[in-house]
């Protein structure tokens, strides 16, 4: 779930592990090793020029790292790196390979409490540290995670299932099929909510295509992620995996929802619409806001519902799955002076849908006109989002936008652009039909266009001016 | 990481303490862990800046810390002792100081690469080998004295050496790490953090176990302190500078006394340190003599006497005195208080009898040792903390049997009562055992807060190497031969090689020191060069001198080296100028700008006396008349005031003085 990429040469996960001795070195650092005859996770003395003895573990080392610098894991427990040209001997003394097994025990089985099945997609919901060689170990199954949060059986029974192991950004179709289906899977085998553990990046684009694929759910069904790293004490993540089984577990809103931090401080957790939701800060825990409406829920011990326009939990209710999707789609993000060969390319290469995000009411300039037109002739989809994200597409007022209407350019009102996109696969995952696409996509399935925005819809604080941070200051951010 | 620096107070004197030890029977070993704040406009890892201080806040966080298990399945010592305290942790925020990377809402920035200079360059000063990649480690703590949970910190040198005392002195390594956070308060279940010294780039010089007496400790922390301050490049002032004092004895464990905020508080901390060990070492023969060795012999039972409580004449344990004191410290249910109806516990430990008065440090007995444990972890902070059997009320002692009944205490038991809500009494009671289990071992891994009567209380269990992890965050550094070669043509004189030619030429000890410490001695060393000025002399001009004008408000600082010259060569040119030299410098402060010559102008210095030796025999003459006083000596006296200050700077003082003599004689 933790979105924070390891440069430094953390050992992940055993699926990376490999059985080279000298794994990642390279070069002059591997040749100097080697010429010592020592190895990673060696236990050894290494003495430098100026006499120095350095006693330690040798670390795995970074390939995008040089290849100059041999890394010691001190018994101090500091890392530092020595230059191949300064070692004059390693004495090997032990050896002292990661460990990367996490004994487990039992997560107990609470008959009065929900059962819930946790989904993983990659990434880390709570992880171990070996502090012998600093590895962070994920801890994914139940039995891990009630050693690293125990609190969740207080909430829920819990299942989980590794689905893959992939940063966000590398969530596509393939993943999207496999997940929908897996979410239907638990629920018709008697799963009282899912719980989908998922990378921040690109979790609104899963929550809407997900509300798209899977409708009908009797259930709520959850993604939930962390934005700053597991193995950190001041994570995010273990209060949010609490929210988000709460959420699950006993919640009420049988929709795909977004469950993350709603302020940066550890208080409670707001439930976002799957299709009206978006990552905002690229590291705040706070990340996540609901754009042009407000958010569904608050969680903390209990939950507190915003609002009662919601899909209830209904156990009776049968969930259904439509997993089309065509990824020949693109948003073209527009900018002033942007030259008509991009859409072009885009026709030529064979995209059959674009999500234009224009500027203002929704927006581009007169020299994109043609190629418009000649990719509308072509047989290509193109509907028009606002890059302003808050507010509608409403291309009646200006002649610009009435031109685009009349290249066949269709508003899609104030759905989010990602959303859009996601829609626009979906859609021509099952017809090419233009009619039929732009019925659909007009044709709310699940809140992706409103009708009305209320005017707390749009709320975005400007800090400096002496009312807001009045408020600021006497509230937790 | 250190605690706040307390107020300066006096300093604990080893001779108010009773007994002496000799330190070498019992195999007393010290070593230092010295912080020192660079002087940089940055902070470490992000862009804010260092330095600014300040007293408000316009934002708060709350957050709280979550242990990582050990890949045994356990929780490590120190992170299930923070977690058990359940504490709320408030983080206090500035716009001017503190951006989102303080807050754990922005990964950090590129190592500040001044830093990373200003610390190899300390690392060169220490004796150090710099290590050739610098990499980046996450230290944790759970204490929310770092919003993130750990402190970033890196070794850039290892292996240094410091001449001590005619043998020497060894650093282990020298790391760069980012400041904590300063406490504002700590009640039960709440810790509020201010964030302005958080992320402020540090040196922690870790020492050998090199010292063996209380004086070595003192000795070396300002032995420590002048090499680092010799280069003008760390920061000076209260808090800028603390140390941890690492204290054992033979037999006992390695004691971490945090944040010692002055050097002169180190000898009766070391020495109560070495007697607590000693006394606990004592402690754990005489609890194996009665059996108690193991974790399992030492039985532990409670008993809820609330109500009985209530009927005895204690008041700390009645419901209406607890009221009270939630009610005037305003402690809110869910925040300072912890879970669960006021419980007053009776706690047995079962034939510990007489071991609560046992004495540790000076002044302190083994119950003390349990309080620190029950306030810190339990969350329990009503003073006493605890009552026990061996130093309880003396008006109460019908309560103390009918409670030693109930809990079923016979004469051979200790009995501890603690008072405050359930969950808490809970914990401490399990506290006390687990303190009982340690003693059964001698002397327990801890981190100790200091005082400044030499006396040390239970901050932390001490955390050990296995906390430790890479931070993925951050790339490493590379250090190349070039840049350590670059920082080491440009290094200051080694403050002991400066110090032995200023003692050659004369300058006192105490004077050179300070020069060292405070950075005064480039500024001594340039003027002699440039100016050809005398060593001893300058020496003790900017020494003392200046140092007295400077502590008594006139703002010296602001004066350029361009200035000093100036005055320096008018000093050779005009001697009588010398005399002069506080109104000189003086106005020199006001206007840094004006040239002295100028300075010296507009003071009438640089007009040649006419006719003063007439002056003052008229003057002494006509003072007789002046005064009653009939003592001759207190005439001249009063005398050679009216005719010095006039002629101070123009004519040499002691001329005026034989002026002066030469009238008075005449006029006798």
Sequence with gaps: MSDSKPQTPVPATPAVETKDPLRGYRGRARATLERFGARVWGDVKATNDAGSVFEGVILPRSETFDDEHIVLKLKTGYNVGIHYERLRAIEEVGYREAVYKIPEQAFPSRPHLPSVTLLGTGGTIASRLDYRTGAVIPAFTPGELYGAVPELADVANLTTKKLFGVFSENMAREQYVVLAQSIKDEIEAGAAGIVIGHGTDTMSHTAAIL?????????????????????????????????????????????????????????????????????????????????????????????????????????????????????????????????????????????RGIVIAGTGLGHVNKPLYPALKRAHAAGVHIVMCVQTLWGFAQMYVYDTGRDLLDLGVVPLDNMLPETALMKLSWVLGSTDDHDEVLRRMRDVVNHEMLEREPHNGYLILQGGLPETDEFTSSHWK | MTPSASAPAARPRVSSFPEPLDYAAVGLISGLEVHQQLLTEQKLFCRCPAGRFTKTHDGTVLRHMRP??????????????????????????????????????????????????????????????????????????????????????????????????????????????????????????????????????????????????????????????????????????????????????????????????KAGWAPALVHGEGWRQVNLLRLRDELHRRGLATPESIRVETTDVTEIAQRGNVPVLRREEWERWVQDGKRRRTWELGEGP????????????????????????????????????????????????????????????????????????????????????????????????????????????????????????LPGADRMYPDTDSPPTRVTRERVERLTASLPERPWLREARYAAAGVATSTAHYLVRRGGAALVDRIVEECGADVKFTAFFFGERVKGLRRSGVKTGAIPFERWAELFRAFETRPPLRDAWAVIVSRMAVTPTEPVADIVAALGLDTPAVAWREHVAARVQSAAGETYDADPGRVLRYASGRVTDPLRGRVPAVEVVEAVRAAAGAVR
């Design chain 2, 68 to 261: 990582t298990l050990s890949e045994l399945g356990v929780y490590d010592g120190t992170a299930l002792m923070e977690f058990r305290t359940r504490k709320h942790i408030i983080y206090l925020l500035n716009r001017e100081n503190t951006c989102t990377y303080e807050m754990d809402d922005t990964p950090p920035f590129p190592v500040n690469q001044t830093a990373v200079d200003t610390a190899i360059e300390q690392c060169l000063m220490l004796g150090c080998d710099i290590v050739d990649e610098v990499h980046i480690a996450r230290k944790q703590y759970l204490d929310g004295s770092i919003p993130t949970g750990f402190q970033r910190t890196a070794i850039v040198g290892v292996n240094g050496v410091l001449p001590f005392r005619g043998r020497s002195l060894s650093i282990v390594q020298v790391s760069v790490e980012e400041d904590s956070c300063r406490e504002v308060t700590d009640r039960g279940h709440l810790i509020v953090w201010r964030t302005d010294r958080l992320g402020m780039p540090l040196i922690e010089t870790v020492t050998g176990p090199d010292l063996r007496t209380p004086d070595e400790v003192e000795e070396a922390i300002l032995l420590v302190g002048r090499v680092c301050r010799s280069t003008g490049h760390v920061r000076v002032g209260m808090g800028a500078s603390r140390q941890d004092v690492n204290v054992s004895v033979r037999g006992g464990r390695r004691v971490e006394i945090k944040g010692v905020p």
């Design chain 1, 211 to 351: 509300s798209f694929m899977v409708q009908d759910s009797p259930v709520p069904i959850v993604v939930v992620g962390s934005q700053r790293s597991s193995d950190r004490p001041s994570s995010d993540a273990a209060l949010n995996l609490i929210h988000a089984v709460r959420a699950a577990g006993t919640g009420d809103i049988a929709e795909v929802q977004i469950c993350m931090f709603g302020p940066t401080s550890d208080r409670y957790a707001l439930l976002h619409r799957g299709t009206r939701c978006r990552k905002m800060h690229s590291s705040y825990r706070s990340t996540f806001r609901t754009v042009g409406d407000v958010p569904m829920a608050m969680v903390g011990d209990e939950i507190t519902y915003l609002h009662n326009d919601y899909r209830r939990r209904d156990p009776s209710r049968r969930i259904r799955l439509d997993t089309s999707y065509d990824d020949r789609t693109t948003i073209l993000y527009y900018y002033p002076g942007m030259k008509p060969d991009l859409v072009d390319a885009l026709v030529e290469k064979g995209y």
């Design chain 2, 342 to 461: 006021l419980t007053v516990l009776a706690v047995r430990v079962r034939g510990a009898a007489g071991t609560l008065a046992w004495p540790t440090q000076p002044q302190r007995t083994f119950a003390d040792e349990l309080k620190g444990r029950v306030r810190v972890i339990a969350g329990l902070d009503q003073q006493p903390i605890l009552l026990h059997g061996e130093a309880w009320p003396g008006d109460a002692m019908p309560l103390l049997a009918e409670i030693r009944a109930a809990a079923h205490c016979d004469d051979a038991d200790a009995l501890v009562v603690v008072w405050g809500p359930e969950r808490d009494c809970r914990t401490a009671a399990d506290d006390i055992r687990m303190r009982y289990v340690a003693a059964t071992d001698g002397v327990p891994n801890e981190t100790r807060q200091p005082f400044e009567d030499g006396s040390t209380d239970f901050e932390r269990i």
